[in-house]
C-alpha cells in the first residue's frame, strides 16, 4: 500500500474512485429541487442528507463553524436567491457545538493551538440566541428575499432530535 492509500486523505479519495464508477446523479438539477437552502455546522456528526432525506439536486447545503450566518454564507445564499431560485432557508445549529463558547476563550484556545492569534470566530453562549440572531440577520438582508422564510432549529447531536427554536 502507497503512503497516499494509508492515510486517512487517501482511502476517502479511494471511496471517491469507488463512488464514481457507480455514480448515475449526473443529471442532478444545479437549481435545488425543493429550493430550500440550508445553512448548518460543518461538525462531522450532522449528515443533512440523512437529517432531511435528501438527495443530489434536492437542496443546497452551506456549512461553516457553528452554522452561524456570516458574511461568506450571506454571499451564498445571495447567489442561490438570484440565480438559482431558492425560496425557504433552514439555520441549523447544534447541541455540543465546539463554537458555542466565550469568543475571548475561544480565541484564546486557538491561540494556544496554532500559535498565533486567530481572526474573529464567532463564539456564542446561547445556543438558540445564536440562531434567533441568524434569523434576524436573514430577515434584515434586502438582497436575501428568502429572509423571510428563514426558519431556525436546534439539532441534537445525541438524538438526532431537530427542535424548532421561535423568533
Known amino acids: 500500500m502507497s503512503a497516499e492509500t494509508d492515510s486517512n486523505a487517501g482511502k476517502l479519495l479511494g471511496n471517491a474512485e469507488d463512488h464514481a464508477r457507480s455514480f448515475s446523479d ?6 435545488p429541487r425543493t429550493r430550500v437552502a440550508i445553512v448548518t455546522c460543518m461538525d462531522a456528526r450532522i449528515d443533512p442528507a440523512a437529517v432531511f432525506g435528501l438527495r443530489p439536486g434536492d437542496a443546497h447545503v452551506i456549512r461553516n463553524a457553528g452554522g452561524i450566518v456570516t458574511e461568506d454564507v450571506v454571499r451564498s445564499l445571495t447567489l ?3 440565480l438559482l431560485e431558492t425560496r425557504e432557508i433552514l439555520v441549523v445549529q447544534h447541541t455540543q457545538c465546539g463554537v458555542n463558547a466565550d469568543e475571548d476563550e475561544l480565541r484564546e484556545r486557538v491561540a494556544d493551538a496554532v500559535g498565533t492569534e486567530p481572526p474573529h470566530l464567532g463564539g ?3 445556543l438558540e440566541g445564536s440562531v434567533r440572531r441568524s434569523l434576524e ?3 434584515s438582508m434586502p438582497e436575501l428575499p428568502a ?3 428563514a426558519r431556525g432549529f436546534v439539532y441534537d447531536v445525541d438524538t438526532g432530535e431537530l427542535s424548532e427554536v421561535i423568533s
Open 137 to 139: 440577520r436573514l430577515r
Open 80 to 82: 442561490s436567491q438570484a
Open 26 to 31: 449526473g443529471d442532478a438539477p444545479a437549481a
Open 124 to 126: 456564542f453562549e446561547d
Open 147 to 149: 429572509g423571510e422564510n
